[in-house]
């Protein structure tokens, strides 16, 4: 296991553990708690910053049609009517035809619009960290593991496709663990199967270039993004 920072264990009572998997292809709609092999295990103390991300993508409709027809004795008022008449036609012989019965008349068309629900998007968590390693111990640990979360972010390339296809990148869980003095435990948020889509380093994180004898940045700021691989429903496990 990968551990920051290593010698100061007791000192620290919130955890994020990310266990490295091997990617896992199969056709389960919610496959929060199926993984490949374990790679690695990391376990870093609690970020000073963790947002969860919760998306659902809607999208601008137009319904004046359907909610005139809905209402049909002011649908027929529309269509008597001199200015409501002119304009639908305008409008139907061309593009423009709408706006320029707009000009002419004086008025424009409710558009009657409405946000529509087109489906969930990912779930993503973005995790921030400001660290001071104390000794050459902690900072080399530190940064073992900003390269070997930063390598499985990557996909390798398939040796027998004559470097043509890469392979799929590590797949990643989560863990968010606290002390409660009789061990470490879980705690929210909960995480559903996770990829990497961001990895940074910033080694001036004291806002100066400057670095120890170890020649390791004693200021480092760290930010990872997780983003699930799978969308989610109110039944699903992460979210109940």
Do not use: C
């Not at 960290?129 to 972010?153: C, M, V």
């Not at 799929?168 to 989560?174: K, R, S």
Request: glycine fraction near 8%; aromatic fraction near 10%; charge should be negative.
């Amino acid at each position: 296991m990968l551990m920051y920072p290593e010698k100061h264990e007791a000192e620290v009572n919130a955890w994020l553990e990310i266990i490295i998997h091997e990617p896992l292809a199969n056709l389960s709609q919610d496959e929060a708690t199926q993984f490949g092999d374990v790679i690695e295990t990391v376990r870093l103390q609690a970020p000073q910053n963790l947002i969860e991300n919760n998306v659902a993508n809607y999208e601008s409709t137009d319904f004046k049609l359907t909610s005139a027809i809905a209402n049909l004795d002011n649908f027929e008022a529309f269509i008597d009517s001199i200015g409501g008449f002119a304009k639908m036609g305008l409008g139907m012989i061309s593009s423009g035809g709408d706006a320029e019965a707009s000009r002419i008349l004086g008025s424009v068309t409710n558009p009657r619009s409405e946000q529509f629900f087109k489906g969930p998007g990912f779930r993503t968590f973005t995790f921030h960290w400001e660290f001071a390693p104390r000794n050459e111990g902690d900072a080399n640990a530190l940064q073992d593991i900003y390269r070997t979360i930063r390598k499985h972010s990557y996909p390798e390339l398939k040796q027998d496709s004559n470097n043509m296809l890469y392979t799929m990148p590590a797949e990643f869980e989560l863990n968010y663990l606290i002390d409660t003095g009789g061990g470490l435990e879980d705690a929210d948020p909960k995480f559903g199967k996770t990829v990497v889509t961001n990895v940074s380093m910033n080694y001036t994180g004291a806002g100066i270039n400057v670095h120890s004898n170890s020649q390791v940045a004693p200021f480092i700021n760290m930010d990872i993004t997780f983003a699930e691989r799978t969308l989610l429903n109110r039944d699903s496990e992460p979210i109940k």
